[in-house]
């Protein structure tokens, strides 16, 4: 682990200041009973939180942006109630910390998980990785949805037509337009989900969940958490898994093939507005999403590309 920078690196100029400092200030005012543990910062190309490592067993996270200081309260109210059911680790609330020290927002301590961020389509086990994941988002739909708040990705798909066809045309120097926006018709000319909302992680990416041995060994970062359409959760089919994989990962999660046309749109959708936001500022944000465009527009299931954009 390396030792913090002086000030992490700011991506937008709204951003909180967040050094070790001031994390180090925060936990002895606030935790007195973990000051001194050691701290050290997570290097990690999220866009969120700022993580920190306190000792052996526990993480901070504070929020970068005002909007992901309004999920603290709706993780620390569902998180343990997840954590029950799900097969499983999820980050586990020790305690809520509040603003401070200059700080503004409500920030977190979590219990300490352990596994590495997967590289996007690479695993060495993944077929048990696509089943481990379909167990995961089966289960989770499964779990009382009473009084649980909407998701971060909670429209219908359709309502992100204007944006993603725009994203389309700004990045067409990048990407086949005509096959992405195939892609994107097929996924919008699918049937919508009837059922009622379920729960979704909505956002099952590299930087979100965790692996061991090739195996998933925990889900983190639920800021997107809520009720929604459970085709946003197949994402991860093109996000975590090689081509080879997505069957078993379909199959597994009962996905039909409306479910799974949608699911290829949110995956394209949540890529194409990634690739364009931070391309000039994310690299490692910038270099997945690429990942996923690309194995959408030459995944075989998709259709055959339409008139030119």
Known sequence: MRKAPMCARKLRPEEADIDAPLVRRLIDTQFPQWAGLLLTEVVSAGTSNAMYRLGEDMAVRLPRLAGSAQDVDKEHRWLPVLAAALPVAVPMPLGKGTPGEGYPWPWSVYRWLGGANPAPGH??????????????????????????????????LAERDEVTCSAIHELRAE?????????????????????????IHADLQPG????????????????????????????????????????????????????????????LSVALLELRH??????????IARHVIAELLADGTAPAAAAAV
């Open 123 to 156: 695993t060495s086990e993944p077929a048990l990785l696509a089943k481990d994941l379909a167990e995961f988002v089966t289960v989770l739909q499964g779990v009382d949805p009473t009084d649980g708040p909407a998701s971060y990705r909670s429209e219908p």
């Open 175 to 199: 990407l086949d337009g005509n096959r992405a926006r195939a892609v994107w018709e097929s996924a919008l000319g699918a049937h919508g989900w009837a059922g009622p909302a379920v729960w």
């Open 208 to 267: 979100n969940v965790l692996v061991a041995d090739g195996r998933l060994s925990a889900v983190i970062d639920f800021g997107c958490l809520g009720l929604g359409d459970p085709a946003v959760d197949l994402i991860a089919a093109w996000y975590l898994l090689p081509a080879g994989a997505r069957e078993v990962f379909r199959n597994d999660s009962g996905a039909d093939d409306d479910a799974w046309a949608r699911g290829r749109g949110w995956a």
């Open 278 to 287: 931070y391309r000039e500022t994310n690299p490692v944000m910038a270099s």
